[in-house]
């Protein structure tokens, strides 16, 4: 089925949270710090509030009669930095204007003394005895990290995920094989092309936003917890997002929005612009410590890591990110031991949070590289080295969580068949693999309500948000399977918390598997309920009625859904409603998951000349092993825009800061992959063995390609010879290697 | 200052401060709100319209050069003939996820077109190198192009 929402789209119809026009709105802009880490002496706003047009100016001050701090899984972000900021960027202040122009100029006209306080720039610096602290004094949990209690924070150290079993240092003591090494990954910008946009109303009903929130149930919650209203009194909407990619999970500009139209006593929309949403979130970069021991003929024993993820100033999504990181940075393979040691560390630096496949992004390729050294060392072939270590199904992937639900051999062997793995290749070539896998689905709360209306049309009331992925379609696809009837006259539209029935989320690649299932549920209701209203039709035997083409049939008589729904109500109109939801089974906790491991597996090939570095990527291949594809185009689409993003991610996009001052705030300096990119050759094989969760069997996917596709280019990268330990693999960096490589090799020629 | 332009097939006059930008008339004066804010650096496409149909970053063009001049948003292309060909090739390869790039993608691929630019799969990959998409991946937008290219110069 063609997507739902094409003809909007195309059409320029579609409206997205920067397009809305409320009665009386005005517009906000906010004064950022431009200190990484300081004092804040004074705000004086009085050349502000004097200029015509400027309705009011938001400072700490006014926030003072609540408790002004949010954050879903540590408390510890301000609305507005109070007393001290602590990442250049952090809001200082915001105007409400009647026009954009007028706000940033009244923004420009605010005075703010600073003092500054010493930075701490990096992880390294944050983790240094005596370091300063970026946050001060116990810190408080928020709401929504499913982690379990949170342990005191150590230092800069807000949160620590550790894997112990086997004994480790025994297995690398008596090792044939021990590989080492120590990877850099760097901070990237998701880049959704709409950037953090809000419309925020305050008034006697209570709090009304239109949000770019991925999750806005959640948003909803903190909302509500800060201002001091009820749930059901704050409304959160979300239309069309332009992209999310996690930038827009979890709250980002809401809060400051709500509180600047609640002094302005009107509605206020705030969009930011790209440099200002580069500094509300990124990607974690993270440094490992990597080691695999081995047998000498390709046994894989034992993998040990230490990952420290820079969370810069505010947690975020920091400790879900590095519990997730900690869970991937083994890989899929039967050890006999494993040790890691992941911590999430505070930074002086704008605050990181969600971005596809987070965790195994990070972790993938270093471990990966590192099978793939052991596989040289024992004389194996990627593929065969993974074919005989990696996890079957049904084995544990760690203790006490979902065992594998995938055929992770019959993967990799699809996805190097799709590469065209064994075809001959020249010297400059290399070729790489990749599997790995990532705890999905994240918290599994999700609710659906289905109504079908007196002319058989049905609808679809669903709280998970259209990022582009086009689940307001697959929704429409799965209630119409169970509905029999044409998916096109199903309509599921936008998110709106006081329609919209709760799912906790959109992200995590769940919302096919468990908003999807709580469709299905919902639709079975409906289905239910005709049924029942046949069988008063035709009494006797209910195995004889079905549900066929919109309308129930007993034997050659039929009646159609809008007939069935008369006989119900009496009258034409009426409608019938059928509920459907997804909880927990257990208790729904981190450790006793995932809902189900997402695949990540890339395999790539590409081409390095060793004179200038440049890496080009001539094929990829990645598989989706969705269980069911409930519309298989769509699914090819999220793996085609995962390979491109990996293909940025791993030869050349990079937040680069100095002194927690970002350096390449924009999308000059800031490198997106164009059409030109594009490699000559893509191809994604769809794997579906019914082994899901969801609908029909169905799993989710969309981030293992990126993960994967990363990993590949960094195996293919070394493949062809060059010593790979950082992202991304820019011309320099690659040249460096390379040159580095040279010499090493001309100077034990030389004592050789 | 007043500039007198054609506006989506409408002469119409405007009221615009020099220092004012294409695409903050069309979105907040005109309610146009199919070109999109990005990047604003002329990178990324999404607030690309067409004047004297050429593609032109709104965000960076000056509303006064616009004097004058003959200007097509999304608003105005999506009615005319020469949009269905490009709509039904998006939407039979799933061209398009988010919409974001979308309108200017469009657009710039019609004046593509119309110029004779677009030949083979190289002219596609070079003329769009300047309409970013971070949710495809680009190879439906390729695919979806290309067919149109070898529809229309099909004997």
Request: aromatic share 6%; hydrophobic share 40%; proline share 5%.
């Amino acid at each position: 089925m063609a997507r739902a929402d094409a003809a909007e789209k195309l059409r320029g119809e579609a409206q997205y949270v920067g397009d809305l026009v409320v009665p009386r709105m005005l517009h906000g802009k906010v004064l950022r710090s431009p200190h990484a880490h300081a004092r804040i002496v004074s705000i004086d706003t009085s050349a502000a509030d004097a200029m015509p047009g400027v309705v009011t100016i938001l400072t700490a001050a006014d926030l003072m009669d609540i408790d002004p701090y949010y954050g879903h899984a540590i408390k510890d972000r301000p609305i507005l930095a109070i007393d001290r900021v602590r990442f250049a960027g952090e809001p200082v202040a915001a105007v409400a204007a009647t026009d954009q122009a007028t706000a940033e100029a009244a923004v420009r006209a605010i005075v703010v003394e600073y003092e500054d306080l010493p930075v701490v720039a990096t992880v390294d610096a944050a983790m240094a005895p005596d370091a300063p602290l970026v946050h001060d004094g116990p810190l408080r949990p928020g709401d929504f990290h499913g982690l379990g209690t949170l342990a005191e924070r150590e230092g800069n150290v807000c949160y620590r995920y550790t894997i112990d079993r086997g004994d480790i240092d025994a297995v690398f003591a008596t090792a044939d094989i021990v590989v080492e090494g120590d990877y850099v990954f760097p901070s990237a910008y998701q880049y959704a092309m709409e950037t953090h946009s809000v419309v925020a109303q305050v008034d006697g009903d209570g709090i009304r936003i239109w949000a770019t929130c991925q999750h806005p149930f959640l948003v909803r919650a903190e909302i509500a917890a800060l201002f001091g209203v009820p749930l059901g009194r704050v409304r959160v909407v979300v239309p069309y997002l332009g992209g999310g990619f996690g930038s827009k999970s979890y709250t980002k500009m809401e809060p400051i929005t709500v509180a600047l139209a609640r002094k302005a006593g009107r509605p206020v929309r705030i969009v930011n612009r790209v440099d200002e949403s580069m500094v509300t979130t990124r990607r974690h970069n993270m440094t490992a410590r990597v080691r695999t021991a081995a047998t000498s003929n390709g046994r894989l024993l034992a993998r040990d890591v230490q990952a420290w993820f820079d969370t810069g100033a505010y947690a975020d999504n920091g400790p879900r990110v590095t519990a997730t990181g900690g869970d991937a940075a083994p890989g899929p393979y039967r050890w006999s031991a494993v040790r890691v040691d992941a911590a999430c560390v505070y930074t002086n630096t704008a605050p990181s949070g969600s971005y596809r496949a987070f965790g195994a992004s990070h972790l993938q390729w270093a471990g990966e590289l590192q099978v793939d050294e052991v596989a040289r060392r024992a004389g194996l072939d990627p593929i065969e080295i993974r074919r005989r270590n990696l996890l079957r199904r049904g084995e544990q992937v760690r203790p006490g969580g979902k065992p594998l639900d995938a055929d992770l051999v019959g993967d990799v062997e699809k996805v190097a068949d799709a590469l065209g793995w064994s075809r001959a290749k020249d010297p400059e070539t290399g070729r790489g693999v990749s599997v790995g896998l990532l705890a999905a689905g994240a918290h599994p709360v999700s609710s659906a309500v289905v109504r079908m209306e007196a002319d058989g049309t049905a609808n679809v009331l669903v709280g998970s948000t259209e990022l582009g992925q086009g689940q307001r379609t697959a929704f429409a696809q799965i209630a119409g399977e169970v509905l029999a009837m044409p998916a096109e006259r199903i309509t599921c539209q936008g998110t709106d918390t006081q329609f919209t029935p709760y799912d906790r989320s959109t992200g995590a690649s769940r919302s096919t598997t468990l908003a999807g299932l709580a469709v299905q549920r919902a639709a079975d209701a409906v289905r239910v309920d005709l049924l029942s209203i046949a069988a008063t039709i035709w009494p006797g035997d209910p195995e004889a009625i079905d549900l066929r083409d919109g309308a129930a049939w007993c034997g050659a008589e039929s009646r159609t859904y809008p007939e069935l729904i008369a006989k119900r109500f009496g009258l034409s109109g009426g409608q019938l409603i059928g509920e459907g939801g997804v909880h927990p089974e257990g208790t729904g906790s981190y450790a006793e998951g995932p809902v189900f491991w997402e695949v990540c597996i890339g395999a790539a090939e590409v081409s390095v000349d060793r004179e200038t570095g440049v890496v080009r990527v001539t094929r990829t291949a990645t598989i989706a092993d969705v269980g069911t594809a409930i519309n298989p185009q769509l699914v090819e689409r999220q793996d085609e825009g995962a390979t491109m993003q990996g293909i940025g991610n791993a030869l050349f996009e990079e937040l680069v800061f100095s002194e927690g001052l970002l350096l390449n705030d924009n999308l000059l300096e800031y490198r997106i992959p164009s059409l030109a990119d594009l490699p000559a050759e893509s191809t994604c094989v769809i794997v579906e063995n019914a082994d899901g969760p969801g609908p029909f069997g169905a799993k989710g996917c969309g981030e293992g390609a990126f993960a994967g596709i990363i990993a590949a280019i960094a195996t293919a990268v070394a493949d062809a010879g060059v010593p790979v330990t950082e992202l991304p693999l820019t011309p320099e960096r690659v040249w460096r290697a390379i040159e580095m490589q040279d010499n090493q090799a001309r100077e034990e020629e030389g004592t050789g | 200052m007043q500039i007198a332009l054609e506006l989506n097939g409408a002469q119409t006059s405007l009221d615009v401060e020099p220092q004012e930008f294409l695409l903050d008339v069309l979105r907040d004066d005109l309610g146009l709100t199919g070109a999109k804010l990005s990047c604003e650096a002329q990178v990324c496409g999404a607030c690309t319209v067409l004047v004297d149909g050429a593609p032109v970053s709104a965000c960076s063009y000056l509303a006064a050069e616009t004097d004058g001049r003959v200007v097509t948003t999304i608003e105005g292309f999506r009615d005319t003939p020469a949009f269905e060909p490009i709509a039904a090739t998006f939407t039979r390869h799933a061209a398009l996820q988010c919409g974001f790039c979308t309108a200017g993608m469009v657009l710039t691929i019609h004046a593509l077109l119309e110029d004779g630019d677009l030949t083979d799969e190289a002219s596609i990959r070079h003329g769009l190198a300047g309409n970013l998409c971070r949710c495809t991946g680009y190879r439906a937008i390729l695919d979806a192009v290309g067919d149109l290219v070898t529809t229309r110069t099909a004997p």
